[in-house]
């Protein structure tokens, strides 16, 4: 089999990872998709430019520092503690063997669990800030998911 045909099937492969990675709390989903985009750029099968790699570059940096900070500064700002945003990581990573409602639910039902802990059973304050951390959550992933997307566009188009 031809080198750039390795690859090419590579990149794509990583790509795919990628996304599954913007949802899998153990996987690094921009990162790997960059590196998909990266690996490609040697087949000669795509047509990916430097200045391409570097946009797509500096935006899986971004992407990957803003899905931290999301929710820690979500949390902060509806008055939660370090205790939510831990409970949510926590519940995701629960959540995930749960299948899709689990990864929506886990945060969320973390942050409330890892705040009720901290404020010893105040559930309104707890439930503000789960409510935080998950809005957080979705506000992380869903812009390392729309991120991921476009790097996937931009390898299908460069066939």
Known sequence: ???????????GVLLIVGFLGTF????????LAWAGLLV????????????????TGIFAVAVS???NIFPIYMTNKTGGSKAATTGSTVGLIIGFFAGPPGVILGPFLGAL???????NGDFKISLKA???AFLGFLLGTGL???TVMVFIWIFIISF
């Open 40 to 55: 490609s750029f040697f087949s000669s099968y795509n047509e990916i430019s430097i200045l391409c790699l570097v946009i």
């Open 1 to 11: 089999m031809e080198l750039s045909v390795l690859f090419s099937i590579l990149g």
């Open 65 to 67: 520092i803003l899905d």
């Open 130 to 132: 789960a409510w935080g």
């Open 24 to 31: 899998v709390p153990v996987l690094p989903g921009a990162p």
């Open 113 to 119: 669990i890892g705040e009720l802990i901290n404020t």
């Open 144 to 146: 390392k998911m729309i």
